[in-house]
């Protein structure tokens, strides 16, 4: 007997050791999922800090290259690729080429063939226009039968008029 409650007691402190075990490893990966969970959060909170300065500097690299361009001598090309808001300059030459070419062209008036006014080219819609004609409607035995035709009886009951319908205190406004 002695040995059997010694092997208990040997099994229960086993048992309890492994369970201690258990718990600390279960609180070491909470720990890590916390770790990790921190780390991604700051990760994401960088990358939006990161965008909102990029997006800062390229609306102020706008105004920086346009104050470089200024004294170069590709200002004219780089201002015309640039300038969206404005009329684009067009070298005086490259206007008065437009200009030389512009001439007014006439068609001449066109005439009517005969084709055009043939009414066999045109036969294909000739069915559109035909007037159609019904034939009179006529009176059939079944429709003169009373059998046929019953009156339904009112399933419903009349509406009635309630007191909340007239009080003055429901319906104010």
Request: charged fraction near 30%; aromatic fraction near 8%.
């Amino acid at each position: 007997m002695r040995e059997i409650r010694e092997n208990k007691n040997r099994n229960r402190k086993t048992i309890d050791c492994k369970r201690k075990q258990l718990t600390v490893e279960t609180k070491n990966k909470n720990k890590m999922k916390t770790k990790n969970n921190v780390q991604k959060t700051i990760l994401r909170t960088g990358a939006v800090v990161i965008s909102f300065v990029l997006i800062s500097l390229t609306v102020n690299a706008q105004e920086f290259w346009r104050r470089v361009l200024e004294n170069s001598s590709f200002n004219a090309i780089a201002m015309v690729m640039v300038d969206t808001k404005g009329e684009t300059k067009l070298p005086t030459e490259t206007k008065s080429l437009k200009a030389m070419n512009l001439q007014e062209e006439f068609e001449p008036a066109m005439d009517m063939e005969a084709w055009m006014t043939d009414l066999t080219t045109f036969d294909v819609y000739a069915s559109l226009y035909e007037v159609e004609t019904e034939t009179a409607l006529s009176l059939e035995g079944w429709m003169l039968n009373a059998d046929f035709f019953q009156p339904i009886p009112d399933a419903e009951k009349a509406l009635q008029l309630e007191n909340w319908m007239t009080d003055n205190v429901v319906w104010e406004m």
